[in-house]
T-cell receptor, first 113, second 113 residues
Framework: DAEITQSPRHKITETGRQVTLACHQTWNHNNMFWYRQDLGHGLRLIHYSYGVQDTNKGEVSDGYSVSRSNTEDLPLTLESAASSQTSVYFC????????????FGPGTRLTVL | DQQVKQNSPSLSVQEGRISILNCDYTNSMFDYFLWYKKYPAEGPTFLISISSIKDKNEDGRFTVFLNKSAKHLSLHIVPSQPGDSAVYFCAASPNLNTDKLIFGTGTRLQVFP
């Protein structure tokens, strides 16, 4: 069965460290998205990609970067982790075209001390 | 500025009764809407959607209503079951030129026996 996976599921790091969160999907979807979930804010879009070599900034992109070298993976990098980036991170993918539902991964809980 | 709003952070309903979750949006250009359900420690899963050319869509116990003039949509669950206890997010697709979704802040539904 097709799926979308995230690793690690839990991560504790220190302020200033670089962190990379992995996202891998086997749906063969063109679109991939990264969100963070925080209490009182719902799901906010960090970065997204509509295909290989395509990346775009979302509404809360500062301090984050992504790269898309193949269809299956969209890793999210925190260049220099800050305590404000403590959150739960979700990766999602969808078919290309408006109206297609997004399929979400199980999430990564990141704590920055 | 929150473009998709869920003003009730929580809702408690007795098993067998109707649950009504509400969502308001600010941009009249939004033309596709989705509801997602999220259990603890899992990613959101798609529940039901509606296009702006419709005012109602049903899927089993779940019905979504759209009132474009009021920029309001609601999710009705009838009858409510304990397994429906989760956080519900509404989401909107801004326009035909993007596959992004804008999510609300979520409503936690608790269905008690």
């Amino acid at each position: 069965d097709a799926e979308i996976t995230q690793s690690p599921r839990h991560k504790i790091t220190e302020t200033g460290r670089q962190v990379t969160l992995a996202c891998h999907q086997t749906w063969n979807h063109n679109n991939m998205f990264w969100y963070r979930q925080d209490l009182g804010h719902g799901l906010r879009l960090i970065h997204y990609s509509y295909g290989v070599q395509d990346t775009n900034k979302g509404e809360v992109s500062d301090g984050y970067s992504v790269s898309r070298s193949n269809t299956e993976d969209l890793p999210l990098t925190l260049e220099s982790a800050a305590s404000s980036q403590t959150s739960v991170y979700f990766c999602a993918s969808s078919e290309y075209g408006q109206g297609y539902e997004q399929f979400f991964g199980p999430g990564t809980r990141l704590t920055v001390l | 500025d929150q473009q998709v709003k869920q003003n009730s952070p929580s809702l408690s309903v007795q098993e067998g009764r109707i649950s009504i979750l509400n969502c308001d949006y600010t941009n009249s250009m939004f033309d596709y809407f989705l509801w997602y359900k999220k259990y603890p420690a899992e990613g959101p899963t798609f529940l039901i959607s509606i296009s702006s050319i419709k005012d109602k869509n049903e899927d089993g116990r779940f019905t979504v209503f759209l009132n474009k003039s009021a920029k309001h949509l609601s999710l009705h669950i009838v009858p409510s079951q304990p397994g429906d206890s989760a956080v519900y997010f509404c989401a909107a697709s801004p326009n035909l030129n993007t596959d992004k979704l804008i999510f609300g802040t979520g409503t936690r539904l608790q269905v008690f026996p």
